[in-house]
């Protein structure tokens, strides 16, 4: 998709199985809203197809082609009450309004407002509005439901209520759903595979815990928040096993009094269960050659300044593409 | 819907008012232009080399500017405190109070000249400045008041953690941002009260005259048509600079408001200093839009032996021969049904102009070309539908339905002005969210566009009810002598000397108050945001 000479999304290939949760993970700008309106069709792509069963959308206006969205700022009909909102969709692909109105009713039960029937979209709090708009876009049972950072406006402890509970209401009702965000909890927590964008491509998509596990390209790792270090000199090649750029996860990182790695804490931050500790590790002329950060159990870990030695543990150490296999020294 | 049946619906839309625009109102401006400029079939610029040169003429043109001016800025002075009140402040009636400030927009300028009259406040230019502001209060506390209700507090509290004390941060931030709005008040009061009509006819008197009354006594008492097709061309200059700066200042803002009231931003009155201001303002307000009205229903009631029901008694017993050539029954039905017919016209053709300008490009261009009979004036569109409409296909002066046509015409301009905010305001997410939902673009606009404009449209009907009830400048022009409105019959009852007469006349005027005050009321009622712009 190209705006002017911006390339919105570019060279995406994602392919959605009945029932399956795919989350798509991108920093802010990555092209996520865009690729869920060109899919929904309320802006044409430049280029590239979107396939239901195999058949080209491209010919349907967005109203004929049986996809879900939901807002990020839910877009509820505000002339409309709860109910009204929920049998919208419903309505439209006919039916009587009983039939209608008795659905979302149902749906409204399954997603925690039963009996907010009758009460105006303005008086709802955030939760209560986001509940009423993903009611809203479940309920027609669309072929593939899309969500656009549902969660966003909601405070940390209400989000992670509401992805468990999205989760499990999508699965039982088997309906296939393209999640997309850019909170890693988010995202991690309810795909059945997760899709890192950026700069509107794909840069590996996988199952959570080989996404997680094995992040194929730098831009993934350090999204992920994995250390991105190029083993270029001899001391880091033998320590992690390879040459070039490589991925070193933070707990594979350790303080060692004997370590083989020297370098100086530059800044230290508290993350509930660990520290995250940044040291600059130094050359064997002294100067400084790479910063990683280290996930430090230790509840008194060494203080800004303070010199350290560092253990690599090669379990902890991916491969990036271009690095090669050091040999064994 | 094909595409090709949606161009003919979108034609259909910038057509039909356009069409109406033309043969109503284009057709007879152009007509006066033609009687003032070449009266024989050849220009002669004699009428209006004549008008410019003519002393007294050129006097009544000075007049006219001087007195809009002292209007504006005295509307101006004693309405911006106002909307502050009424826009920012939280106090209990206060949704009361912003609903009643609109009445006297609407009322006939006849009924507030004759309860002005009745306030022993004679004919005199400060009576008339007074009156201006009297009915003109309401544009400005609307319009102000609408922008600034919807200014983020926080940005003045910035200001002042920033260092600013309280009044500085009022002038360098408040201020500029109301800027637009000021200025766009303060260009539409100038436009009405340039081109106000009964206030000056019955506040005036016989030394005070503006180009508006002038053009009226040319026609109607010395029957010279051509010094009044003169006199209006040159208004008509004058009004389309006004129209033009008007259109700069107010701008298009396209804001996506939220549909609901920007009761957010007000907050109670809190300390000694705020809440005598707010009372002061009040009070003002009270004196101002009351006092004329409680002395005009007051003196409706009294009688040459005390108070009683005697005047509107009266009414009913003048007979022909005298001023009435008929019962004050018909008079109100005229009324009443005029105003019905004007309201559907300019619902139609106001409507389907407010959805076109919607979805057009060229949008400042139709909206302007609309509100321009808003700034020419009710006589010179009486004036022109006289000359102009009096030959086949096109002879209706004897048609009854000129009256509400012209009326209609008066009032489209608030019709479209009430109708393109709330639409504008209609986010476009709702129509893309009811695209995923599966609704066709036809079945969108009935789901999405159409329920949130009926609601517009329903306050904009009521408006144009009342503007029609009231409107004066025209219809005296238009209506015939056995089917008067009851601002005519008012009018012709304040021509004649006699208690008797006035008594009747402020009889009749307080029917007519009674019934714009309804209907003023259940249109304020009914709102659904404050888009508070006319």
Known sequence: MRYGDVVAVDDLDVTVADGEIVSVLGPSGSGKSTLLRAIAGLEPPTSGRVLRDGADLAVLPPHRRDLGLMFQDHALFPHRDVLGNVAFGLRMRGGSRRDAERDARDMLERVGLGGYDRRSITQLSGGEQQRVALARALAPAPALLMLDEPLGALDRQLREQLVTELGALCRSLGQSVLFVTHDHDEAFGIGDRVAILHDGRVEQIGDPGEVWGAPATAFVAAFLGWNVVDASDSALEEQVGHRGVVAVRPDALSLSPTGPLDGVVVTRTFRRDHWLVRVELGGPTGAAVTAVDLAVGDPQPPTVGARVCVRVDRDGVVALPGAARAPEA | ?534
């Open chain 2, 1 to 534: 819907m094909t595409s090709r049946a949606a161009q003919l619906a979108r034609a259909a839309m910038i057509g039909v008012p356009l069409a109406f625009l033309a043969v109503f109102f284009v057709y007879p401006v152009v007509t006066i232009i033609g009687r003032g400029l070449w009266p024989d079939g050849t220009i002669d610029l004699g009428p209006i080399a004549d008008v410019v040169t003519d002393p007294s003429l050129r006097q009544v043109a000075w007049f006219t500017v001087w007195q809009a001016t002292l209007s504006t800025v005295l509307t101006l002075a004693v309405g911006i405190p106002a909307a502050y009140v009424l826009a920012r402040t939280r106090f209990p009636g206060s949704g009361l109070v912003r609903s009643l400030v609109v009445v006297p927009f609407v009322l006939p300028t006849v009924v507030v000249g004759s309860a002005f009259l009745a306030l022993g406040i004679g004919p005199s230019l400060g009576a008339i400045l007074v009156a201006h502001l009297f009915f003109n209060y309401a544009v400005v506390v609307r319009t102000v008041g609408g922008l600034w209700a919807h200014l983020d507090p926080r940005q003045e509290d910035a200001a002042r953690m920033l260092g600013a004390s309280r009044v500085r941060a009022f002038t360098a931030v408040t201020l500029p941002a109301l800027r637009p709005a000021i200025l766009a008040a303060a260009a539409i009061v100038f436009l009405f009260t340039f081109t106000s009509f009964g206030v000056v006819l019955v506040l005036g008197g016989p030394t005070h005259s503006t180009l508006e009354t002038e053009v009226y006594r040319q026609t109607a008492q010395l029957l010279d048509l051509q010094t009044a097709a003169a006199l209006s061309i040159v208004q008509l200059l004058a009004v389309l600079v006004l129209l033009v700066v008007t259109e700069r200042l107010s701008g298009h803002r396209v804001v996506a408001l939220t549909l609901r009231g920007a009761t957010a931003t007000a907050r109670r009155v809190r300390g000694l200093g705020e809440r005598v201001f707010v009372a002061g303002n009040l009070a003002l307000a009270l004196i101002l839009l009351g006092a004329p009205i409680a002395v005009l229903v007051a003196r409706s009631f009294e009688t040459s032996y005390g108070i009683g029901v005697d005047n509107y008694r009266a009414l009913g017993e003048l007979q022909s021969g005298s001023v009435l050539f008929v019962p004050p029954e018909d008079a109100i039905l005229n009324s009443l049904e005029y105003a019905v017919v004007a309201m559907c016209l300019a619902l139609v053709v106001g409507g389907l102009a407010a959805f076109a300008i919607v979805r057009t490009r060229r949008a400042g261009a139709i909206d302007a070309a609309l509100t321009l009979p808003l700034g020419v004036s009710a006589v010179t569109v009486g004036f022109g539908f006289l000359i102009a409409l009096d030959e086949p296909p096109l002879d209706l002066r004897s048609e009854w339905i000129l009256v509400p046509i012209a009326q209609a015409l008066v009032a489209i301009p608030f019709v479209v002005r009430l109708t393109t905010p709330v639409l504008r305001a209609i986010d476009p997410r709702l129509r893309e969210a009811a695209a995923t939902l599966g609704a066709p673009p036809r079945r969108v606009w009935r789901e999405i566009d159409l329920p949130i404009a009926s609601r517009a449209l329903a306050v904009a009907g009521g408006f144009a009810f009342a503007i029609a009830l009231g409107e004066f400048g025209a219809t005296v022009f238009l209506a015939r002598p056995d089917r008067p409105t009851l601002p005519v019959v008012i009018y012709r009852l304040l021509g004649q000397p006699g208690s008797t007469t006035f008594g009747a006349a402020m009889a009749a005027s307080t029917i007519l108050l009674i019934l714009a005050a309804i209907s003023m009321v259940v249109v304020e009622r009914a709102r659904v945001a404050d888009t508070g712009v006319f």
